[in-house]
């Protein structure tokens, strides 16, 4: 003899047409699905990776006006950051003196859920390549004309094809929690040497970074991890002031 169905059955049992379990129109659940979504993104979001649009050309050729990235947000609660890393930072204090303007609570779900999904970039998110950690005595020229940290020269393959590594010259030691940091597109990019004069010298402060870029996801015939660049002055010692 068959034994009775069990409570499982009872919830799996056919509904009406046009309606969700318990009795309501399948529409209902619409609103609760997508906000749902909405918060499961958001607490992606702050807690593991972020979506970025790439709006400029100023880290041509390794990420193109348009690109879409995603940036680990624990890169660097597990680990340090390092030369070469290309980074997302809050540029508020150091590259954007505007303070954000104020919003109401539907405007920042808006903007949050836009830069969830690297829709919608924000006016004070910059990306960057990292070329001097915190105590590095950064300089450019060498008598070889390449940029050197702690006076080894620094070997650049990521630098956009017929650029010099700068066409400023500049000799400067990061100060502690603090990095230097350069576009690839050194002759298009607004990067630390545009902020020399400013609070900081142009350096960022290492709170302010959002992540490391791990991973290009669109456009899908140029997605893939980015290149993970070793340069000659990976082993170079750090300043004294660190």
């Given amino acids: 003899m068959d034994a009775p169905p069990g409570?499982?059955?009872?919830?799996?049992?056919?509904?009406?047409?046009?309606?969700?379990?318990?009795?309501?129109?399948?529409?209902?659940?619409?609103?609760?699905?997508?906000?749902?979504?909405?918060?499961?993104?958001?607490?992606?979001?702050?807690?593991?990776?972020?979506?970025?649009?790439?709006?400029?050309?100023?880290?041509?050729?390794?990420?193109?006006?348009?690109?879409?990235?995603l940036v680990s947000r624990i890169a660097y609660r597990v680990g340090d950051v390092q030369r070469g890393d290309v980074v997302v930072f809050d540029g508020q204090g150091s590259f954007s003196d505007a303070p954000p303007a104020p919003v109401g609570a539907l405007a920042r779900v808006v903007r949050a859920a836009g830069s969830a999904v690297g829709l919608r970039p924000s006016e004070h998110d910059f990306v960057k390549r990292v070329v001097g950690l915190p105590g590095d005595r950064v300089a450019c020229c060498g008598t070889d004309g390449r940029l050197t940290v702690n006076g080894v020269p620094l070997d650049e393959p990521y630098v956009l094809p017929g650029d010099s590594p700068s066409d400023v010259r500049?000799?400067?030691?990061?100060?502690?929690?603090?990095?230097?940091?350069?576009?690839?597109?050194?002759?298009?990019?607004?990067d630390s040497r545009a902020h020399l004069g400013d609070p900081g010298g142009g350096t960022v402060p290492v709170e302010r970074v959002v992540g490391r870029v791990v991973l290009r996801f669109w456009p899908l015939d140029r997605a893939g991890r980015l290149p993970d660049p070793t340069t000659s002055a990976a082993g170079a010692s750090r300043g004294a002031s660190e």
């Fill in 7 to 69: 409570p499982l059955a009872e919830t799996t049992a056919p509904t009406a047409a046009g309606r969700a379990p318990g009795g309501r129109p399948w529409w209902r659940e619409v609103p609760v699905l997508a906000a749902v979504a909405l918060v499961l993104a958001l607490l992606v979001r702050v807690l593991f990776v972020q979506a970025f649009a790439i709006p400029s050309g100023s880290m041509e050729p390794t990420l193109d006006p348009g690109d879409r990235v």
């Fill in 170 to 190: 500049f000799d400067v030691v990061v100060p502690p929690g603090r990095l230097w940091v350069m576009g690839d597109h050194r002759s298009d990019s607004a």
